[in-house]
């Protein structure tokens, strides 16, 4: 097993949050009419974020996938994965973005981290 699996959840669980946090301003916030869109004080402090997340847990999934062998992750999904939830920090923010792509992008991102989230669980005997 990856040398540091709490390390592994936590990073795993932070970039879940934070995906269902683009989810909830895509949807809820950025529609709304009177919101205006700070880039300076939300957009890049959020996006700093999520790319530090989005990188610490590109390391460690690479890192399981590695030690693991997994049959049904592939570090190209560790890659898409991870170039997906930056693409989606920067577009949650604005309106223009189609709704379908957007949420496929999110479902796309949630799928593959519970999916490791999945293989990580101790097999039934």
């Not at 990073?11 to 009177?34: C, F, G, H, I």
């Amino acid at each position: 097993m990856i040398r540091d699996s709490t390390r592994f959840i936590y990073v795993k669980r932070n970039l879940l949050r934070q995906t269902e946090a683009m989810k909830t301003q895509y949807l809820e916030r950025s529609p709304s009419p009177d919101y205006e869109v700070d880039f300076y004080g939300e957009v890049k402090p959020f996006v700093d974020e999520v790319t530090e997340t989005a990188e610490a847990w590109r390391v460690e999934a690479k890192q399981w996938i590695k030690e693991a062998r997994p049959l049904y992750i592939h570090p190209v999904q560790v890659d898409k994965t991870v170039e997906n939830a930056l693409m989606a920090a920067v577009q949650c923010f604005h309106t223009k973005v189609r709704k379908t792509r957007f949420i496929n992008t999110i479902e796309a991102i949630i799928y593959v981290l519970e999916s490791i989230e999945a293989a990580l669980q101790p097999k039934e005997q």
